[in-house]
């Protein structure tokens, strides 16, 4: 009888303990290149996440159609907070690699976000997947991240066959508009986020039926790109398409002035050309250059327009290709810890696995989330912008608030 009264009487200290430890805080290990050539970039990402943990943590009821977020804290974990765990792994495979071991094994993090570049991104979910934790990769597109057969990596962003798509069927309307589109180049950076998408737009350009007349792979880490452009100028393509990180394609753009050089169209796969470092250093002598994002500011009222609100507010920018993709990503992260009430990474991996987010749930133009068997998202989309004065304009898919297409491109000769 003793001893089970003193069960009886240590079960209230049981259920607040319990009750403590589920509204402990929830740390996430974010990696980004927050030093090195794609800073600009990393840092946007980072502010990103951070007001998507203000929104969590704070709660946003005006947010309505957010899958988490219109009330403070997770719910279902007790109104526990999140808290970001941030590292620098500077574009670095390597660095990244020993990075997200050590926010696994030292900070203990629940799940891990990033990482810009698809080099990093590779590395980092090898080791999340030897350690059993779910990584979620907001923004790195090359095909071969989710086409290991790992069972912890999610991929919400699209990837290079999406991108490829996208691009060919645009280039086909043009073409069917009377615009001339006889043959493309294609100009990419040799790591595995440049060839990946590479691979992709040369496999479906011969899918469609248009031809690829050059192919120049190069260093993103080179200082002269004078060779390139004048490789392009020679084979004179219809559209020169850019797989591109900030300091290469800011030197293209320049190295193609100086040569005197400028194809009747660009088309570059955003990176470099939505890294907040391209527009005020070469946009004024890149007028009409056209460019993938998932971001499109949609009517007042609207969540997209509720989103941008907060965003600005916090950081004085509109939200943009790479900060749109953060933000829906950790959102999504989110809503699945919630889910999963719990921590532990086999709950979580399962939430994640049964996400089905609609598109009303959606702030940028994904039709919704969901993963399939290799963790990649199948309802992932993209938009096409192009810049239009001091900055990108949404032109492709048509829809009433689209900008009217300007073609060909002006350059530094508008």
Do not use: C
Request: aromatic share 8%; charged share 15%; hydrophobic share 45%.
């Amino acid at each position: 009888m003793i001893r089970r009264r003193t069960l009886l009487l240590a079960t209230p200290a049981i259920i607040a303990s319990t009750r403590a430890r589920a509204a402990d805080t929830v740390k996430v290990g974010v990696l980004f290149p927050l030093t090195g050539n794609s800073a600009a970039s990393g840092a946007e990402a980072k502010v990103a996440v951070e007001t998507a943990i203000e929104i969590i943590n704070s709660g946003r009821p005006e947010l309505k159609g957010l899958p988490i977020g219109t009330v403070a804290g997770l719910p279902n974990l007790g109104g526990a907070k999140i808290e970001a765990v941030y590292v620098d792994h500077r574009g670095d495979p390597s660095v990244a690699q020993s990075l997200t071991q050590r926010l696994i094994t030292n900070d203990k993090v629940a799940a891990l976000f990033g990482s810009y570049h698809s080099s990093t991104a590779m590395t980092a979910t090898a080791v999340a997947e030897r350690y059993g934790v779910p990584f979620v990769v907001a923004d790195s597109v090359a095909a071969n991240i989710t086409g290991r057969g790992f069972k912890f990596t999610f991929r919400v962003t699209p990837i290079a066959s999406n991108f490829a798509d996208s691009y060919m069927r645009f280039l086909l309307e043009q073409k069917k508009a009377g615009r001339t589109v006889d043959n493309i180049a294609i100009v990419n950076e040799n790591t595995d986020y440049g060839s990946s998408v590479g691979d992709a737009i040369a496999a479906e350009a011969k899918r469609v039926g248009l031809p690829v007349s050059l192919r120049i792979p190069y260093s993103a880490n080179g200082p002269d790109v004078s060779a390139q452009v004048l490789q392009l100028k020679q084979a004179n393509p219809s559209v020169a398409m850019f797989v591109s990180y900030a300091s290469d394609a800011i030197l293209f753009m320049r190295t193609m002035k100086s040569l005197d050089y400028l194809p009747p169209m660009i088309i570059g796969d955003s990176a470099g050309f939505s890294d907040p470092s391209f527009l005020p250093a070469v946009g004024g002598i890149s007028q009409g250059l056209v460019n993938r994002s998932v971001w499109s500011l949609g009517p007042a009222g609207s969540l997209s327009a509720g989103m941008n609100a907060i965003y600005k507010a916090k950081t004085g920018n509109e939200i943009a290709d790479v900060s749109g993709r953060s933000l829906q990503a950790f959102i999504v992260l989110a809503d699945a810890i919630n889910r999963a009430g719990s921590t532990d990474p086999a709950k979580l991996q399962a939430a994640l696995q049964a996400t089905n987010l609609p598109n009303s749930a959606m702030f940028i133009g994904y039709r919704g989330v969901k993963f399939d068997d290799t963790g990649q998202n199948v309802e992932s989309a993209t938009y096409l912008t192009q810049l239009q004065g001091k900055d990108y304009a949404t032109i492709w898919p048509a829809a009433p608030e689209a900008a009217k297409i300007a073609w060909p491109m002006t350059g530094w000769k508008s």
